[in-house]
């Protein structure tokens, strides 16, 4: 491995991106397997499982792998139990050296059904001999030995994708010392690689020592975001609306939506009436399948924070239109309103309850827009912008082939036995397609390889890639401090932007992970992926760079930015709410972290950096305009007597100006062409400012919302934030006198200034009419450029014109 060097400071060199070397899956050699039998003879596959001769395989980013797998199907023709005669409760252990994985077990079953598979890395294997065994169950911890089948592994075949599945067989039960006993068991037994479709759901040698519910928490997995819609309710008006208090008084009435833990409300109707009318927006996000309703309650205002509920009505999502265009009209509806009221205390005798009435309507017109696409990322570094009916989709440009070979130097980020351990796994976003590598247990240098596919429907988009420490591999789903609930610890992420790639090239590097911490900026190791960008249709890749980012709905009707971040925060609930449920379950605080839910918050090192960035975007124009004082001052007298040339030029051939504008952006490209990128792009703790940020700044930072700080703390942060923003307000202020001063200029606000302007303005028209344009260009261009020895130091007469003008900050308290 070899490091990549992005600059010459030996302080960041920890931080780089590094090159890699990979035994990719491409440059594997191919191979054959043996047959299968039991115990007894010789036969090629031994070549295959010990490496010589490998075979090849679909997975052509990762380094090829070699398990062991075992599939236990079922049993049949069982023998009682010998005590009791009744059936046993059988179970199935599968052993290969020290390592042994077991099947789950049935009560009193004499033909089981298990269909389990179990996988033993190659790199641990400790044995030459596969044992299956048979045993019945014992309620005292000492379990019935029943039989057992045995493979030489040099017997065993290989097998690789698109290679047809292994038949499983029958085998006979053999007793310890190898006679045959009652009872058969089905097993297919096949040495292959991470690309056999039984390797997502096996159990692995590697966490042989996970047990329970951490089983299935540990294995890989794809999921996928659920299908999200904004919910548009036009609220035009109600009718026959009775306040429930104060009979004659007109109520003040609103309308407030509910949708889940969604809640929006319209504004009080404008005059206080009977049939109130709003004809308001409120929009939500919702996602297939429809579970929740949309709860519409009409409520009178009665006092500041009080409102007395009139009526309501909850309506099933599935009945709303779906609309994927514009121009369709939304037929709007009346809903009756189920109306509650109070009954009197004399009539219930001495209670009050709340019974059923009276019902008004509410006239909405509500859809499901499905032309938008809802975002549940920041548009910053979206993943996908594909609207959400499928039908207005178009065809993809593109696949993302992704290659998780592994990481390395991971820190310890739990304590396991009085020492440090890491658990980790990969989390990969893209669309709306999520994969989750399987975890690796207890080990700071995990090996994953495997290999993942998307396609690609806007180049201009990114993908995430995380790395997560695995808490929930016991049972009590607890991360042993005193019982708290365990939460999955981040260890860092990357992002790629795919339209850094170029088409059909590999990209293989190691990616520091990168942490911010109260205590600083902390590498946590590293993350090696392959990564390729194949490209299917040029053409439509190339005329996607003149369309809209978004669908087109986004800008014909589109939300306030204030809408958008609600919208969002809620989108990106839903998805973690829906993944949760998932099995496994990829976690809240994964999907958060995936998702970026903070980015938002408030970060002095964060405005620092995106500061500095906007500082460094004009630092271009800042040298030129320094090139062009020094020419001006003839620092440089054969550079000034070339652009004097130039000029010349430049007036008596003006229709060359443009042409030679794009000419020289043309040779501009074509000399920085050799001294492109060749490596994605990657974290950058100098560009994030996180190297220098103070201990204080970053403790607000991680700072809850609201605060937990200390009240001096508090104090502190809130002084500072006001001598920033005092300066802020201070650019602001002058940024605005300026702006004024040009108005002032025609505004008569200074009547001497503006005479002398307006009579300016006369006698340059005058002059620019009567004097070729040539001439005056040419005088103008010599005057700019004219000799120091005809300079002075002294502010030029404009600049003192326009500083002496008026502006309305004397009128500011």
Not at 239 to 267: F, N, S, W, Y
Not at 744 to 772: G, H, K, M, Q
């Amino acid at each position: 491995m070899s490091g990549h060097a992005q600059g010459g400071d030996p302080h960041h060199e920890d931080f780089q991106l590094k090159d890699t070397n990979p035994l990719l899956g491409e440059q594997w050699p191919k191979g054959a397997g043996g047959l299968a039998r039991p115990t007894g003879g010789a036969g090629g596959g031994l070549a295959g499982w010990l490496g010589v001769e490998k075979p090849s395989s679909t997975y052509d980013l990762v380094e090829q792998m070699f398990f062991l797998y075992v599939r236990v199907v079922k049993a049949k023709d069982l023998p009682p139990n010998p005590i009791t005669g009744a059936a046993m409760d059988p179970y199935v252990e599968v052993r290969l050296g020290n390592y042994k994985g077991t099947t789950r077990h049935f009560d009193r079953r004499a033909n089981p059904e298990w269909d389990q598979v179990f996988a033993f890395s190659k790199s641990r294997v400790q044995s030459n001999v596969l044992e299956v065994f048979l045993k019945d169950r014992d309620m005292l911890g000492r379990d019935d030995y029943v039989g057992k089948v045995v493979f030489d592994l040099a017997e065993v075949p290989t097998r690789v994708p698109p290679d047809s599945p292994l038949a499983p067989q029958w085998y006979r039960l053999e007793e310890r010392r190898g006679g045959k006993v009652r009872g058969e068991l089905m097993l297919a037994v096949w040495i292959g690689t991470q690309a056999d479709e039984a390797f997502p759901e096996a159990w692995h040698s590697d966490a042989a020592a996970v047990r329970g519910e951490g089983v299935a928490s540990v294995r890989s997995k794809a999921y996928v975001s659920p299908k999200l819609w904004y919910l548009r309710v036009n609220v035009i008006e109600a009718q026959d609306v009775q306040p429930m208090h104060g009979a004659g008084r007109a109520p003040e009435v609103l309308v407030k939506a509910q949708v889940g833990h969604q809640i929006l409300k319209t504004t009080v109707a404008s005059a206080p009436t009977l049939n109130p009318r709003w004809n308001e927006d409120l929009v939500f996000v919702v996602a297939e399948p429809f579970e929740e309703q949309l709860v519409l309650s009409v409520e009178d205002r009665v006092g500041p924070g009080k409102d007395d509920l009139l009526g309501r009505v909850a309506l099933p999502l599935g009945i709303f239109e779906k609309r994927l265009d514009h121009r369709p009209f939304v037929q709007s509806r009346w809903f009756d309103l189920e109306r509650f009221g109070v009954v009197p205390a004399a009539v219930e005798g001495g209670e009050t309850r709340r019974e059923l009435r009276f019902a008004s309507r509410v006239h909405v017109r509500a859809c499901l827009e499905g032309a938008y696409h809802v975002m549940d990322e920041s548009t910053m570094y979206i993943s996908d912008t594909r609207p959400t009916a499928r039908q207005l989709w178009k065809p993809p440009v593109g696949v993302l082939e992704v290659g998780i070979l592994g990481a390395a130097g991971l820190q310890p980020m739990k304590t396991r036995d009085g020492r440090g351990a890491t658990d980790a796994y990969c989390v990969a976003k893209y669309g709306q397609k999520w994969v989750r590598t399987r975890t690796m247990i207890g080990t700071a240098n995990p090996t994953w390889n495997e290999q993942y596919t998307w396609e690609v429907f806007d180049p201009c988009t990114v993908i995430t890639i995380g790395v997560f420490d695995n808490c929930h591999l016991g049972t009590n789903g607890s991360n042993g401090n005193g019982g708290a609930p365990a939460r999955d610890a981040r260890i860092g992420k990357i992002r790629i932007r795919l339209s850094t790639l170029e088409t059909d090239r590999v990209y293989t590097h190691a990616y520091p992970l990168i942490a911010l911490q109260k205590s600083g900026v902390k590498k946590m190791g590293e993350l090696r992926l392959a990564v390729r960008f194949t490209c299917l249709s040029l053409i439509n890749m190339l005329h996607l760079y003149t369309q809209p980012l978004l669908p087109k709905m986004h800008y014909l009707h589109p939300f306030t930015v204030t809408q958008l971040d609600a919208l969002r925060y809620q989108a990106m609930g839903i998805v973690a709410a829906r993944l949760g449920r998932a099995e496994p379950p990829l976690r809240r605080e994964v999907v958060e972290y995936m998702l970026d839910v903070e980015s938002h918050m408030w970060s002095m090192r964060r405005s620092k950096a995106n500061f500095f960035r906007a500082v460094s975007l004009f630092s271009g124009a800042a040298a030129a305009a320094r090139w062009f004082g020094d020419v001006c001052r003839w620092r440089n007298v054969a550079t000034t007597a070339l652009v004097h040339v130039l000029l010349l030029i430049l007036v008596w051939y003006p229709e060359l100006i443009l042409p030679t504008v794009f000419l020289y952006m043309f040779l501009i490209g074509l000399w920085n062409y050799r001294r492109r990128p060749r490596h994605p792009p990657h974290m950058d703790t100098k560009m994030s400012w996180a190297e220098a940020a103070h201990a204080d700044e970053l403790d607000e930072e991680f700072d809850t919302f609201p605060t937990s700080g200390q009240q001096h703390v508090v104090y502190m942060r809130y002084d500072r934030l006001r001598s920033v923003a005092g300066r802020i307000q201070t650019v602001v202020g002058d940024m605005a006198t300026q702006g004024e001063r040009l108005q002032a200029l025609l505004s008569w606000r200074d009547p001497r200034a503006t005479c002398l302007f307006v009579l300016f303005c006369l006698l340059a028209a005058v002059v620019l009419y009567v004097t070729p344009f040539k001439v005056v260009a040419l005088v103008a261009g010599l005057y700019v450029l004219r000799h120091p020895r005809f300079r002075s130091r002294m502010p030029a007469v404009p600049s003192n014109f326009f500083r002496r003008l008026p502006s309305r900050a004397d009128s500011m308290l």
